[in-house]
């Protein structure tokens, strides 16, 4: 089974703080992606990376970064933390070349910036 | 961008069938996922359509027309534990493997 692993199930930071948040999936997956999930919006896409070291823009990226550095983490960077961006986070994974995998989601992080 | 619309809530009695649909607007398709979410819970992975028919999967089936940009997920024999958000996701040719959700629907299973 794959597993897609976040550091923290729930998170309590301030305004302004730099906010790591980290995934780490363990089947090899070239992809790999950062969502937020907010009540009547739905999962939104913020960041994506098709491999090491590559990174693309999703829908929402403003205020976040992201980075990896090896095939089985990717990071989620909130730069300077703001109270808009307490939400859930969900990072999930998926293997190159077959169309058909769905993406393996982790257990999320719930995050409240205070 | 991709518009994908599903009902935001709705109500079925344990035992009885349901029918979620889904509807989506992209200029490239290239699949079609459905997930369930339990509350707190990480989303699972229900099905995938990429032709247009009807895929089973015991209690649980989806369809696809791809004419249409429609998408049904049919869930057979409710059970309590069906309670759940059910999210359709849509993939574009355009954003390689990256999904598209829309906002999910909120199924209670009323005894």
């Known amino acids: 089974d794959v597993k897609v692993t976040q550091s923290s199930r729930y998170l309590v930071k301030r305004t302004g703080e730099k906010v790591f948040l980290e995934c780490v999936q363990d089947?090899?997956?070239?992809?790999m992606f950062w969502y937020r999930q907010d009540p009547g919006l739905g999962l939104r896409l913020i960041y994506f990376?098709?491999?090491?070291?590559?990174?693309e823009k999703g829908d929402i990226p403003e205020g976040y970064s992201v980075s990896r550095e090896k095939k089985e983490r990717f990071s989620l960077i909130l730069e300077s933390a703001s109270t808009n961006q307490t939400s859930m986070y969900l990072c999930a994974s998926t293997p190159r070349g077959a169309w058909e995998s769905p993406q393996h989601f982790g257990d999320g992080t719930r995050l409240s910036i205070l | 961008g991709q518009n994908i619309d599903q009902p935001t809530e709705m109500t079925a009695t344990e035992g009885a069938i349901v029918q979620i649909n889904c509807t989506y607007q992209?200029?490239?398709?290239?699949?079609l996922f459905w997930y369930q979410q339990h509350a707190g819970e990480a989303p699972t992975f229900l099905s995938y359509n990429v032709l247009d028919g009807l895929e089973e999967k015991g209690r649980f089936s989806s369809f696809l027309s791809r004419s249409k940009g429609y998408s049904y997920l049919l869930l057979k024999e409710l059970q309590m534990k069906d309670s759940a958000s059910y999210l359709c996701?849509?993939?574009?040719?355009?954003?390689?493997?990256?999904?598209?959700f829309g906002k999910g629907t909120s199924l209670l299973v009323t005894p």
């Open positions: 990376s098709y491999d090491v070291k590559m990174k």
């Open positions: 996701a849509v993939r574009d040719k355009d954003s390689g493997y990256a999904l598209n």
């Open positions: 992209t200029s490239g398709f290239n699949g």
């Open positions: 089947m090899d997956h070239e992809n």
